[in-house]
């Protein structure tokens, strides 16, 4: 029997352990330098996304507020209805511009030189004279009164009012003059400027005048394309994925369509616009900038997204489910339409609200079918011209007046509001609906 030295043997297992110990150590700090970097990521990424929500809500809270100046307006008959028969064509023609411009007279009636009663005109919105125009269609009884009145103020002394103009700039730096800073002092020492709520954001469509552009034309138009959007991808993607995942023999063909169906999910949304150019409006004359054009090119930009999730959704169904069925003497058919269908709906259901979501937040394909024509009225169908909300804020983001800006970001306001909406609505199902199995 070999003679082993125990102090040689305590050495080698010292250092095994030593090496060891120094291995765990290594792969220790491996791991908490790990769990920092991916902290460290998450937090990186809330602090850009909170920068973000804090950059456009800090720029455009200011949008769901308008200034309004408050004067005594005279509906004078002979500015209205100089031959007093009280016909709306007549009315609707009447100088309402000349109203307004004759009740700032009256408030400053020292004013006498045309460049500043041009500047004394400047702090009244030219939609004011379209509103008194529709205040006198509605009840023709006001023409000969006299009436306290908030008129919409235009958009530089709107921009004033919220602090958004430097009173500190030299004249000519500043789009407001000294005079018009001083008729404002004076209409604000008499309570007469105030700022309310901006309904017109919400019940107007667009306009070349900020303080009358408005979100609803847009926000209508986004519907009209939605539902259109809905209407064919839906039904369409969820049959497609049946028919693959329960019918679709397997074969070279079946692979192929698999193949371009997740092929298509990646092509970028700009081809789904170009396709839509040349089939829908060229080929087939489907009207341009209309929401029924713009739902088609959704459509196929949203069915690879629809298609993918409902597959994976009917997936996740049991074998044991199909089995129980055929072994109760259920066709094919009735299998999937009786059992499968209600148990993947959910699935089904949350993948078409994501789809829906990525197709409302799109610009480009809607950009290549002239979705982004300036529309100022709401579309009252699906062939009516329309633009949608994320064209919208495009324009409004290229426009040079400054209450633009705010607008640009009210708008992506209300646009998150909807995609957080719809993926809300979208996570509810699928808590709703789901089963574990």
Do not use: C
Not at 218 to 236: K, M
Not at 339 to 358: E, K
Not at 365 to 391: E, N
């Amino acid at each position: 029997m070999n003679n082993v030295d125990p102090e040689l043997v305590a050495r080698e297992q010292a250092q095994v352990r030593e090496r060891v110990e120094r291995g765990l150590r290594r792969r220790y700090r491996a791991e908490r330098r790990f769990r920092f970097y991916g902290l460290l990521a998450a937090l990186s990424g809330i602090l850009f996304v909170g920068f973000l929500f804090f950059s456009i809500i800090g720029t455009g809270y200011t949008a769901f507020a308008q200034t309004y100046i408050k004067l005594n307006i005279s509906f004078d008959p002979e500015l209205i209805d100089p031959t007093g028969k009280r016909n709306g064509a007549i009315l609707r023609d009447g100088d309402f511009n000349g109203v307004v411009k004759r009740s700032l007279r009256a408030r400053f009636p020292g004013v006498a030189a045309r460049s500043e009663l041009r500047e004394l005109y400047g702090l009244v919105s030219g939609g004011a004279a379209f509103e008194l125009r529709d205040m006198v269609l509605a009840d023709p009884a006001l023409i000969g009164k006299s009436q306290e009145l908030w008129l919409l103020a235009s958009d530089d002394v709107d921009q004033l009012v919220k602090g958004k103009n430097d009173r500190e700039l030299s004249a000519d730096q500043r789009v407001v003059s000294d005079m018009q800073f001083a008729w404002l002092d004076a209409l604000g020492a008499d309570q007469r400027v105030e700022k309310r709520f901006n309904w017109i954001f919400f019940n107007s469509a667009d306009s070349r005048e900020p303080e009358q552009a408005g979100v609803l034309g847009a926000l209508v138009g986004s519907f009209l394309t939605l539902a259109v959007t809905l209407f064919l991808s839906f039904p369409i993607g969820v049959a497609a994925a049946v028919y693959l995942e329960e019918f679709a023999p397997a074969n070279r063909l079946t692979d192929l369509i698999e193949v371009n169906i997740n092929n298509l999910a990646a092509v970028p949304s700009i081809v789904f616009g170009l396709l839509g150019l040349a089939v829908f409006i060229k080929f087939f004359g489907v009207p341009r900038s209309a929401p029924l054009v713009g739902g088609l090119v959704l459509t196929l930009m949203t069915l690879p997204t629809i298609i993918i999730a409902s597959r994976a959704a009917i997936k996740a169904v049991p074998p044991s489910i199909r089995d129980a069925a055929l072994g109760i003497g259920a066709s094919q058919v009735q299998v999937v339409t009786h059992h499968v269908l209600p148990l993947a709906m959910p699935g089904m259901l949350t993948g078409a609200i994501i789809g829906m979501a990525r197709a409302l937040g799109e610009t480009a394909p809607l950009l290549m079918i002239g979705m982004v024509a300036f529309i100022a009225d709401v579309p009252g169908s699906f062939t009516d011209p329309a633009t949608v909300l994320p064209v919208q804020i495009f324009l409004w983001a290229d426009s040079p007046e400054r209450a633009f800006l705010e607008r640009t970001s009210g708008a992506i306001m209300v646009l998150l509001a909807f995609l957080l909406i719809m993926n809300a609505a979208a996570v509810i199902l699928r808590q709703k609906f789901e089963r574990r199995w």
